[in-house]
Structure formats: C-alpha cells, structure tokens
C-alpha cells in the first residue's frame, strides 16, 4: 500500500533559525496536504498542494510540492515560538480508495 | 459552528471492558474518519466511512468496529478493550473521500489499564 515517509522526526531550532520538513511518497500522488498539530490539540490543516512542482507561502511557511508528485516540503524562515509543534504531511494516492494517508509528523522544538 | 465534536474527551478503562467512543460533524460533511495517535506513529487511520451507509477498514482496524449511524454521527467501539489500545483517538471528516481538507473532533484520550 501507499506509504509516505517524513523527515526528520524531531527538529530543534534557536528562535529565528529556519525549519524544513520533508515528505516522500513510494508512489505518486494526487495531491498532499500538510497540518499543524500544537502540543495537546488536534491536527489543523494548513494547505493544499496539487499541482506538479507547485509552490505556496503563507506568510513564513513555504510549501513546495515536487516535480514527480511524489515529494514536498514545508519550509518555515526566522521560526518563532508560536511555530512549535508536529507538522503532517498527508498524500492522497492516484488510485484506490484516496484516502489521506500521514506521514508520522515532524515535532518542532524552538528554543527562545 | 462546532464542527466535529468527540465524546468523551478523556477515558479510563480496564482490561475486557467495552466502550464507545463517539462522533459528530455538523458541516454536512460526506466522508468521516478514525485515527488513532500513538508517539513517533503519526496518524493511523483504524476505519472510515465514505458516504452515510458504507463503511471500510483502515491501516490499523483489528479489535474495533464502527457504526455509520446517519450522516451526522460515526462510532468507534472497543468490544473488549487491550492495554495495546491505550491511545488518541480523533474523528476527522471531509466534504468527500477523494477530496477537500480533513477537520479533525479535539480528540478523545483512552487509557487501559
């Protein structure tokens, strides 16, 4: 079945240092979808991505979807404390039933 | 708007007990999900519903069965609860399967003793 791999799995950043997040697919995907855990709470979706080689900013998020769509991206510049948390990345396959299936999440630790 | 709403938040159970775990959307949402969190496992989808009427097993479904009740509500049940189920479990749902983001319930956190 459909497997999707994220990277790292723990990240610790100094306050103002930039943060990425990787996610790869064993095989091509319809689109990927990336949410926001905080400490405690529940995944909030962020964005979508489905175009080959699409990419999107929110502010100081930078999501990059890849060429084959089997691979993205999250990118945060200068994080700050509110960037703390697990990020998720969740493909939907090209075939099958197309349902999300989520990587096991990046947790982000910013240190002030 | 309270979106997807979980019941209870929190539970203890023991070995062998039986419970259920419920859930609701009020977006007249098509598609709903379990999932259950375990640390360093991410999201591990136990069952879904497509469509009112229909319901499939996921990655992780052993030792769980789910109701579809009406649009509105999908259970989870534990018939015979194990320690390996101590867990988060979130309820999620979307417009469709195939389409448009996943709005997850706060979560329900179960213990088995």
């Known amino acids: 079945g459909q497997q999707v791999m994220q990277i790292p799995q723990y990240q610790h950043v100094q306050e103002g240092e930039d943060f990425t997040t990787y996610c790869n697919s064993s095989t091509t995907l319809s689109n990927i979808q990336w949410y926001k855990q905080r400490p405690g709470g529940h995944p909030v979706f962020l964005i979508q991505?489905?175009?080959?080689?699409e990419v999107k900013k929110q502010k100081r998020l930078t999501f990059q979807f890849g060429e084959a769509k089997k691979n993205s991206s999250l990118h945060i510049t200068a994080t700050q404390t509110t960037d703390v948390g697990t990020y998720f990345c969740?493909?939907?396959?090209?075939?099958?039933?197309?349902?999300?299936?989520f990587g096991r999440g990046t947790s982000l630790i910013v240190h002030p | 708007n309270a979106g997807v709403t979980q019941t209870p938040k929190f539970q203890v159970l023991k070995t062998g007990q039986s419970m259920t775990l419920q859930c609701a959307q009020d977006?007249?949402?098509?598609?709903m999900y379990w999932y259950r969190q375990d640390p360093g496992m991410g999201l591990r989808l136990i069952y879904y519903?497509?469509?009112?009427?229909?319901?499939d097993k996921g990655e992780v479904p052993n030792g769980y069965n789910v109701s579809r009740l009406n649009k509105r509500e999908f259970s989870l049940r534990l018939e015979s609860a194990a320690p390996s189920q101590t867990s988060v479990y979130f309820c999620?749902?979307?417009?469709?399967?195939?389409?448009?983001?996943?709005?997850f319930g706060e979560g329900s956190r179960l213990t088995v003793l």
């Open positions: 977006m007249n949402h098509n598609s």
């Open positions: 519903s497509a469509s009112e009427g229909t319901t």
């Open positions: 991505l489905v175009k080959s080689g």
């Open positions: 969740a493909g939907r396959g090209t075939g099958g039933s197309y349902i999300p299936t």
């Open positions: 999620a749902s979307s417009p469709t399967q195939g389409a448009g983001e996943l709005f």
